[in-house]
């Protein structure tokens, strides 16, 4: 058995995120548990992980309370969960993982609907010139396609509100270019619903990366 869950496992992360690296876990149980296919922990940590276009530096994760369908794994059928399980983790977004998961669905949704209050669309990400973080805030600079000369800098708040909605606060937006900037423009606040899954208990930015910790209930694919 020890042989045979920990690839499965391994497959089963693999088919749920987009990309995964340098991933380490351990399985926590007695082997008559297991064997029944009940595992009481696994903690896991990975680095340069994508779901769902979101990409992080590092991610570490304890799962608790899991069942498995393992009497079908051992007749070579695919992996499967069996009931909502609670996992608890941390992760950390850099400067460059932020670049890189800015057309993330909801990322992209949020910066949309913030440039959509001036009628403008999201520009690609092709277009990031510069993006920054500090203590509380993000910023980004797209540069023009057509006309390189031409800026478009959004600064905008980040927090966590009732452990399941990000804001961006007090957003600004200014066009033009390094010296010549138009007055800003404030726009309204957003939040962003994480879903009824979601309880995060840790948000911090920082002008190195941003910090999140919290818990997410999985819930098991329809059959």
């Known amino acids: 058995m020890s042989r045979l869950l920990p690839p499965a496992i391994r497959l089963w992360l693999h088919t749920q995120l987009d990309h995964l690296e340098d991933l380490d876990f351990r399985i926590e149980g007695r082997d008559r548990q297991i064997l029944s296919g009940y595992l009481p922990q696994v903690s896991l940590s990975a680095s340069q992980a994508v779901y769902q276009g979101l990409r992080v530096s590092r991610a570490e994760v304890r799962a608790e309370e899991i069942y498995l369908n393992l009497g079908q794994v051992i007749r070579g059928k695919a992996l499967r969960l ?12 850099n400067r460059e993982d932020l670049r890189a998961s800015l057309q993330a669905p909801l990322l992209a949704q949020g910066l949309g609907e913030v440039l959509g209050q001036l009628g403008q669309r999201l520009p690609p990400a092709s277009a990031v010139r510069d993006l920054t973080l500090g203590e509380g805030w993000l910023g980004v600079t797209w540069v023009d396609l057509e006309a390189p000369d031409q800026q478009l800098r959004l600064r905008t708040g980040l927090g966590m509100r009732e452990q399941r909605w990000l804001s961006l606060d007090k957003p600004t937006v200014t066009t033009g270019q390094p010296g010549q900037w138009s007055p800003p423009q404030v726009l309204a606040d957003l939040t962003l619903d994480l879903g009824p899954a979601t309880a995060i208990d840790h948000f911090s930015v920082t002008p190195d990366h941003i910090e999140i910790g919290g818990v997410v209930r999985v819930i098991p694919a329809a059959a």
Not at 82 to 93: E, K, T
Request: proline share 17%.
């Open 82 to 93: 069996l009931q909502p399980f609670p996992v608890r983790g941390l992760v950390y977004l």
